[in-house]
């Protein structure tokens, strides 16, 4: 059975292959509607891959430009793969038909495969949380999860008319200031970008515990462990030294304190996850499992990419459309922390400065820079959040802010509660 399923997928793709490079809405429809691990034959979902490449960095894609992001070995092959499937291609008039027909073939693939690896748990006798994580999958590969809404213009319009008055929901930071200014709503995607050692950790690590009061909260974590953040965060909620937590030297005054903070722990709704080697198709699995609200990936840069990549650019650019869709597709907000290059070691970082790939810039519905206006005098706490990119509001503004090392926390220089009275958050 699984067998005929992989013979037509082989004749199905090149296909679709053929009608992409002949038919512009063939082309469209294919990049909008397919993922490229709906392809199962490799030839043919490297192509796609490229063309979906080419697609986020607004190039021309025919034959002659995919060929030329190939390998030097490989061109020749890759040439006449695409044209033998552009002349075998009789009519593009069945392409929708065809989107369609690759898109049922996927998902019965990938539930067989979901469905033995279930059936090996089984027969292995694994523990039951490993079968449950198992048809968990399942089903999210299945596309249970995701949020397909189609509103046609006049319930649009009634939409809006009877959300007149009600106060729209945002997540809140627990930075007052940046509340004011960036709004995080649901499905969205917001990338915190900053140099190494500016304090990107710390600064989501604070978010992630004050969104955890009201919200389901997942913290991924790819290069620290969640020992060493419960540390950050203990410093700061308990207002206690950091330097006293790493190094073993916490008086007993200051234990006393931390062991009062229990009760607040158990009421917070945060989990990390140590998540060295994950995908964003893992990453949305878990999420989704434990039915999150807002998700943390620090940082984009070490997740894995489920399809080979070329390079970094490729790599990122990957990453940020996966994590973007996973947003939009499941209403989960998404915030990513992104390394910036070294061109922003001296001045203060722009756009452009975002490290890899401009998909992230067209991705993200917001983008914040942490900058450090003078890193070499005793002032270097003094901290500036740059409001790069601001879907809902306004950009290119700043807040002041101040580093307190000692305690893990960001807080606003001389701020006043009174200020802050009227911000519309979820309770």
Same mark, same amino acid.
């Given at each position: ?38 392809? @199962? ?33 490989? =061109? ?14 009789? $009519? ?57 809404? +189609?509103?046609? @213009? ?96 916490? $008086? ?21 996850? +140590? ?113 790069? =990119? ?38």
């Amino acid at each position: 059975m699984i067998n005929e399923i992989f013979f037509v997928d082989n004749q199905l793709e090149k296909a679709i292959i053929g009608e992409m490079l002949l038919d512009t809405d063939a082309l469209r429809n294919a990049l909008d509607k397919l993922q490229i691990s709906d392809f @199962s034959v490799h030839q043919y979902k490297r192509i796609f891959e490229t063309a979906v490449i080419l697609d986020n960095e607004g190039k021309t894609i025919d034959p002659l430009v995919i060929v030329g992001r190939f390998p030097t070995n490989e =061109k020749g092959n890759v040439k006449n793969l695409l044209y033998s499937c552009v002349n075998e291609t009789v $009519s593009t008039a069945a392409y929708a038909e065809h989107i369609d027909m690759l898109k049922r073939i996927s998902a019965r693939r990938k539930a067989y495969q979901k469905i033995m690896m279930i059936s090996g748990a089984i027969e292995e006798d694994a523990d039951p949380e490993s079968i449950q994580s198992l048809v968990d999958d399942l089903a999210i590969n299945m596309g249970f999860g995701e949020k397909k809404v +189609e509103i046609n @213009s006049l319930q649009g319009f009634n939409r809006f008319v009877d959300s007149i008055g009600q106060k729209k929901e945002y997540f809140r930071t627990g930075l007052n200031a940046l509340d004011k200014q960036i709004k995080i709503g649901k499905g969205h995607f917001f990338v915190i970008g900053a140099r190494p050692s500016q304090g990107k950790t710390a600064l989501s690590l604070q978010m992630a515990v004050s969104m955890a009061e009201r919200h389901k909260v997942l913290y991924f974590s790819f290069e620290t462990s969640a020992n060493r953040l419960y540390e950050r965060i203990i410093a700061r909620v308990a207002n206690v030294d950091y330097g006293k937590i790493v190094n073993g030297t916490l $008086s007993d005054a200051d234990i006393e304190k931390i062991k009062k903070l229990q009760p607040y722990f158990d009421a917070i709704n945060l989990v990390t996850v +140590e998540a060295a080697g994950m995908t964003v198709e893992q990453i949305k699995a878990m999420a989704i499992k434990h039915h999150a609200e807002i998700i943390f990936v620090d940082y984009l840069g070490l997740v894995l990419t489920s399809a080979p990549v070329n390079n970094s650019y490729e790599r990122t650019t990957q990453i940020s459309m996966a994590l973007h869709n996973m947003a939009q597709k499941t209403g989960i907000a998404v915030v990513a922390l992104c390394q910036l290059s070294r061109q922003a070691n001296r001045t203060e970082p722009d756009m452009t400065a975002l490290r890899d790939s401009g998909q992230i810039e067209q991705d993200a519905d917001e983008v914040l820079f942490i900058h450090t206006p003078d890193e070499e005098s005793e002032r270097r706490h003094e901290k500036k959040l740059i409001v790069a =990119k601001n879907k809902d509001g306004e950009s290119g503004t700043f807040i002041a802010v101040e580093f307190i090392g000692k305690y893990q926390r960001f807080q606003r220089p001389f701020e006043t509660e009174e200020e802050y009275t009227d911000i519309p958050f979820v309770e």
